[in-house]
């Protein structure tokens, strides 16, 4: 088979996926018709294509596979089009919790809680419904408690293709002003400072009255 051909395969493959598509299941799906071309070469020449010719898209590693997404310069008029429409948002009380699993993963439920300083039960069973977080093993405290971490699906709600990707808490600013990382994640990680530092904030003791019922909102 032509490399044009394989080429044009892997496109169709990686545009008609529901979620992005691991190298493996690429290579599968082709078995031996790729002829030791490499998938990576053929993603970044296909992208050097779209450069070239000035598409609107590209693709991206996110969450481990490969994805055709939009360039950010026409985030603005896609956010328009879809604006009034129903979006299935996590809660304020979700995104804490996930970015507290983020970055102190593998991490038991007392502890999410003890960070947050109130009962994170409800939230937890909400993300783990979700498939953001899993049970990732046992602790070796008393009663061996679960302990969670995020998943693949996290990732790909979040649009990055790894969890070192995730900024640091004083990195929070930065990155928004350059507009790298959505409005959810940047608010999730200044939730988290503002946890490990309540004396920073006049609302910590306010928060923990009105949690209870953020935390039913959590989808």
Known sequence: MKSEEIKHIVEALIFAADNPISEKNLRQLLEDELNGSSV????????????????????????????????????????????????????????????????????????????????????????????????????????????????????????????SELPKPREIEELFKEGKYSEQIVDALANLEEAENPENTEEGSEQNGDDQSTENQAE
């Not at 993963?105 to 498939?131: C, T």
């Open 40 to 163: 990576t070469d053929i993603v970044t020449a296909l992208n050097q294509e779209y450069m070239n010719s000035g598409r609107a898209f590209y693709i991206d590693t996110v969450a481990g596979g490969y994805q055709i997404i939009t360039r950010p310069e026409y985030a603005v008029y896609i956010k328009k089009m879809y604006m009034g429409r129903v979006r299935n948002k996590l809660s304020q009380a979700a995104l804490e919790v996930l970015a507290i699993v983020a970055f102190k993963q593998p991490i038991s439920k007392a502890d999410v809680s003890a960070v947050r300083g109130v009962n994170s039960d409800g939230v937890i069973k909400n993300l783990l419904e979700r498939r953001l977080i899993t049970i990732s093993g046992r602790g070796e405290g008393i009663g061996r408690p679960l302990l969670y971490s995020t998943t693949p699906e996290f990732l790909e709600y979040f649009g990055i293709n790894d969890i």
